[in-house]
Each structure stands twice: as C-alpha cells, then as structure tokens.
C-alpha cells in the first residue's frame, strides 16, 4: 500500500510559479513510476506529467510542456512539479498518482495509476 500527501498549492498571479510537493509513504517508491493529475471545476481531470521510477524519463501534456517540470527524490520518498508562467487555466485541483507500471502510464492514462493523493488546490488569477 502507498498513501500519497500533495502540498504547496495556493493562491498566484498569473506568470508567477509554484512548487507542488507529494509526499509518499512506503519502501516501493522508487519502484514505481509516477504522475501529476490535474481536475478544474467542471472538468474531467487531466494528465499533466509523468516521470519513470528512476527519474530519467518525463513526459508532458502539450498544455504544460516548456512551464512545468516533473522530478523525483527517491532518497526523500518526494515527487515535485515545478510550475513556471502559470496562466488561469491552470487552475484546479492538482493530483500525484502511483502505482505497478501499467501500459498507458506514460501517456496519462488515468487508470494505469493504482494510488492517488487526495490533491492541492491551485488558484492563478489573472
């Protein structure tokens, strides 16, 4: 079982940046790739980005490719996102996700993740 904790969002104007952090419990961390989720209100939630169990490979979603940037400390059980340039439409609840390697991980596919934070809100304003 892994249990995941997000944290860092908040309140920021456009263009500025923030740091999500995800927290993870559990010795098979560095086994497992991981991902970040995001659901604004009234939306489905989306994939953001992705990252391999040791952190040499990333993927992005076009919407985010260029002002996020995913990595890992293995060490410290940690997941980040670096969000820069942020806009308004970045806001919504972001989510960190885990689990077995499933085919679709990579490319965001919800349900090849098994375990899910339950997420840190984000606000850009304009």
């Known amino acids: 079982q892994v249990q995941l904790v997000e944290s860092g969002g908040e309140l920021v104007q456009a263009g500025g940046s923030l740091r999500l952090s995800c927290a993870a419990s559990?010795?098979?961390?560095?086994?497992?790739?991981m991902g970040w989720f995001r659901q604004a209100p009234g939306k489905e939630r989306e994939f953001v980005a992705a990252?391999?169990?040791?952190?040499?490979?990333?993927y992005y979603d076009d919407s985010v490719k260029g002002r996020f940037t995913i990595s890992r400390d293995n060490a410290k059980n940690t997941l980040y996102l670096q969000m820069n340039s942020l806009k308004p439409d970045d806001t919504a609840v972001y989510y960190c996700a885990t689990g077995p390697s499933r085919a679709g991980w990579s490319s965001g596919v919800a349900s090849a993740y098994a375990y899910w934070g339950q997420g840190t809100q984000v606000i850009v304003s304009s």
């Open positions: 559990g010795r098979t961390f560095g086994a497992y790739p």
């Open positions: 990252i391999s169990s040791n952190g040499y490979a990333t």
